[in-house]
């Protein structure tokens, strides 16, 4: 990738033999979109004049403005190393345009340009230098991907024990190909679990790059026979994966975190940057974290943060001093993860950061050791939340969150998270399979464990409930029919049967009406959060039918 021209573009695509050009653009969540056209369509797509139908695409648009034009970012222009050489297949990132001619506001991509044009304003220059993690599993006989891996690999280990050593190696050559600049690549500490690091860069640079980085890496292990996964904690008992950001910060010239005259070398703006990231932490979570599965990661004992402090070694501390000083002092937030949209989460965070210098924000003392549930109540340490639905709570209270990515971004936003939050939870209570129940809670649910098994046992209560109302109603019928004892055979038969048929006819819909409505209902009052409500609506379709049995005299 680098600085183009319409005519230098269209050059090369002539002299490469470039065949397709896809132009990419991503929506809310950070999925990868695009549409396709032909070498012969390049000089349209160059004037501006390709058209996206967006009313299905996330967080983009409505039925009342489906229209939307992309408008290619020609510095992001780069042929796909692992498609065919003849009839080679390139790529342009885009922007989304109205047709108005304006910026899509919600548009992820103009919402970092957005944020970084900000602090340009003020002087400053925000690099970025993220850390991505991801796993690479086996799939099955179908092809269909699994969590299974057979290496045994840690930390910085190598072949033989590192099976994905090659599989690596070919994603960071033909991200080299591409022209994104590769650091360092190796083993993680998890079995199956790697980190490639880039050359850090300006923040909307590195988050394309993170995009085809996720392209590639999907690609190229498909080739090798693998799956590779994004996904935070795709196992319980080993680390997740994150995606540390480092950030620098330069004005005129200048790394802003550098005081050589402070024993700590860094500057009061480097205080004010990490009070910015801790004080803004819990709202930009839904942000940085954005799914059920990220907050399985952040637990205790996996290297993962769940202490809003900062340190220098602390594994549970939000934000970490790295050693190194000079143009090379850097501040990194560990929260992120890599299912996380790039551009949304550097765009939050360079606005908490700079939030922080403006309104000098100082942390707390910083913590070289993970603290107790006393000494954070001490110290008045808060922590991160603790599921997606706490996340979505302090998103939409957020007034601050609104003015950096958008009012009506901000309602889309929590809108679909809770969406996907329900229909989760009502697709676990109603399908899940009990050998399948602890991996369920680890990788999808939004819930803890605990709160799970308890709307299991109200599940099996509400059971109780109706088995016993259902008995009490067959021995009130016979009760009944036994008063007529001058009544015939066929009389008796004819009496029980229509009884029977009245009660059983009632407490089969009112139980049919309980397995749809307590997930229902304990699905979306989850999602808002409301303990009270959950009992009610999962007791209210049985209380009511208990109701009616009592209140009706005898069954007539």
Known sequence: MGNYTREEILQMAEEEDVEFIRLQFTDMFGTLKNIAITA???????????????????????????????????????????????????RLLCDIYCPDGTPHERSPRYILKKTAREAKKEGYTCLVDPECEFFLFHTDDNGVPTTVTHEKAGYLDVSPVDLGENARRDIVLNLEDMGIEVESSHHETAPAQHEVDFKYGEVRTIADRVMSFKMT????????????????????????????????????????????????????EAYYFVGGLLAHSKEMALITNPIVNSYKRLVPGYEAPTELTWTKNNQNSLVRIPGSRGMETRIELRSPDAAANPYLVFAVCLAAGLDGIHKKIYPTKSSSRELSETDQKTMKIENLPGNLNEAIDYFEQSDWIKEVLGTEFCKEEAKLCKGIAIILMLFHHLFYKM????????????????????????????????????????????????????????????????????????????????????????????????????????????????????ATPTLN
């Open 217 to 268: 890496v999907r690609t190229i292990a498909k080739r090798h026979g693998l799956h590779a996964t994004f996904m935070p904690k795709p196992r319980a008992e080993v680390n997740g994966s994150g995606m540390h950001i480092h950030f620098f910060l330069f004005k005129d010239g200048r790394n802003v975190f550098v005081n050589p005259g402070n024993p700590q070398e860094l500057s009061e």
């Open 40 to 90: 012969r369509e390049l000089p349209r797509a160059l004037d501006n004049r390709c058209i996206v139908d967006g009313s299905f695409i996330a967080g983009i648009a409505g039925e009342s403005e489906p229209d939307m034009y992309l408008r290619p970012d020609l510095d992001t222009f780069a042929i796909l190393p692992w498609r065919p050489q003849q009839g080679k297949v390139a």
């Open 435 to 550: 050998d399948n129940y602890s991996g369920f809670i680890i990788n999808f649910s939004p819930f803890s464990e605990e709160r799970i098994n308890f709307y299991a046992l109200l599940g099996k209560i509400c059971v109780a409930i109706f088995v016993f109302i259902s008995g009490y109603g067959i021995a009130a019928s016979y009760r009944k029919v036994f008063q007529h004892k001058k009544a015939d055979r066929k009389e008796i038969v004819s009496f029980i049967w229509k009884r029977l048929w009245k009660l059983e006819t009632f407490y089969w819909f009112a139980f049919i009406l309980t397995l749809i409505c307590q997930p229902l209902g304990r699905t979306i009052f989850d999602a808002y959060g409301t303990e009270f409500k959950n009992i009610v609506v999962c007791f209210f379709i049985d209380f009511f039918g208990l109701a009616y049995l009592f």
